[in-house]
């Protein structure tokens, strides 16, 4: 009783501690290019994952949450109630190279990445819950160029008109759900989560001119999302041999449009009277979710090896760019070239341990590593956003004590290159630590 309840207590604690300490993080990212559509698309990948890059589709562990897959929910232990939790450091350096030179720029983020748990309600059926990201938008950074502004005046005469853009944005969509996976044989089971997917994504540009009649141009974007989101898996295992296990995974989540309408409000700031003239344009039900499809397989050998692959597809091209009108006139603002392309994800994980049920600590030590391919789902002034190449190493290490012998420490590093010709480049090195509660609260005592 003693053991449960102080387990109680360290949830309690965590999933208050973590929300309020990213209250304080610098952000969840400072990426520039968080400012399309509706930002930075997040890992959704938990505990064993993490260090394995992501890939989860197609694992099937019992001492494990798998959100990737709901189906992998009917593999937890009838005693064991699991409550996983982490967050995440990172360092990066934007680079950009024009014809004036190169600029670099380095930011560092903190954020709470996830909490979730799951349990068993009966036999063949296990059910899931949590809070985890789905994008992040977090950006803050300026320009100033120089243009040549041929304007009439008396005489005609040629000005340099200096132009300062500030850009800044902030928010991003957080989901909680509620999930259940149930096993329709030993080999094979089906899962689903209902998602409830909210926020805001709010971006600043504010334009100032010197020299021109104009003295600042100011566009406040922002859109209020408030939707449900399904996702559904099937898992298969195949016994091969004694030793080796093969599970493929399939997963699916039906695309459809969110029902927000996002607004631009446009304040123009005249130099000469000091009024300023407002126009708000509207698009109305202009958001949507791509229709989702992924498929994993992983080989399980001797218990000591399990290596993964997942592929990921998801069909952003169907979302077209938002086309904002305005409220006074009809007409369109005419200016958004902005638009969306099929994203392609792969990712290839492996973990080793030695003996995940020996008495030695260091043979119960997980070491994962993984490597992964990402195409971006943005469509940038005519031109495809930057593709992903990331790497990431990490290890599981076990909570041994008198109370807990199955929890775990989950340590990982991910480092993540973006590029694309003639944009900005980013190299992102992040560090996430999670802990997994893995506790037998539902186990029958027996007294003599």
Request: contains cysteine.
């Amino acid at each position: 009783m003693k053991k449960s309840v102080f387990s109680l207590i360290t949830i309690i604690t965590l999933l208050l501690t973590f929300p309020v300490a990213s209250l304080y993080a610098q952000g969840d990212t400072s990426s520039p290019y968080s400012q399309y559509g509706v930002g930075l698309l997040s890992d959704q990948s938990i505990g064993m994952s993490r260090g394995m890059n992501g890939v989860g589709i197609g694992l099937k562990e019992q001492g494990q949450v798998n959100y990737l897959n709901p189906a992998t929910y009917s593999q937890i232990d009838s005693t064991t109630f699991i409550f996983d939790a982490a967050m995440t450091l990172q360092t990066a350096n934007f680079r950009e190279t024009t014809a004036q030179g190169t600029r670099s720029l380095n930011a560092r983020d903190a954020s709470f990445e996830y909490a979730v748990a799951s349990f068993r309600v009966r036999k063949h059926l296990g059910m899931s819950f949590g809070i985890l990201p789905y994008s992040v938008v977090g950006y803050d950074y300026s320009t100033k160029p120089k243009i040549i502004n041929n304007y009439v005046q008396y005489p005609v005469t040629e000005t340099k008109t200096s132009v300062s853009t500030q850009n800044t944005g902030s928010g991003g969509l957080r989901m909680v759900y509620l999930g259940a996976g149930w096993a329709i044989t030993d080999k094979l089971s089906i899962g689903t989560n209902v998602n409830y997917m909210w926020g805001t994504l709010d971006n600043l540009l504010v334009t100032t001119y010197t020299d021109s009649y104009v003295k600042s141009l100011s566009r406040y974007y922002t859109a209020t999302i408030s939707t449900v989101k399904l996702d559904f898996g099937v898992n298969y295992s195949l016994s091969l041999d004694k030793k080796n296990v093969l599970t493929m995974g399939l997963t699916f989540s039906p695309g459809y449009r969110m029902g927000a309408s996002p607004r631009c409000e446009v304040i123009t700031s005249n130099s000469q009277s000091a009024v300023n003239d407002t126009t708000l344009y509207k698009a109305q039900d202009a958001l949507r979710l791509p229709t989702t499809i992924g498929a994993g397989v992983s080989w399980k050998h001797n218990n000591k090896w399990i290596v993964g692959l997942d592929y990921t597809y998801q069909g952003w091209s169907k979302m077209n760019a938002v086309d904002y009108i305005s409220e006074k006139t009809g007409k369109n603002m005419g200016d958004d070239t902005d638009g969306f392309n099929d994203r392609h994800k792969i990712n290839v994980g492996a973990q080793y341990c030695k003996n995940a049920n020996g008495r030695s600590f260091k043979d119960r030590i997980r070491f994962r590593f993984g490597a992964g391919y990402t195409t971006s789902y943005l469509l940038i002034n005519d031109q495809k956003g930057p593709r992903e190449i990331s790497l990431s190493a990490g290890v599981g290490l076990p909570i041994i004590n008198v109370y807990n012998t199955r929890s775990m420490l989950n340590v990982s590093f991910q480092w993540v290159n973006t590029n694309a010709t003639g944009m900005i480049r980013d190299n992102t090195f992040r560090i996430n630590l999670g802990l997994t509660f893995n506790e037998r609260w539902f186990a029958k005592w027996k007294f003599e």
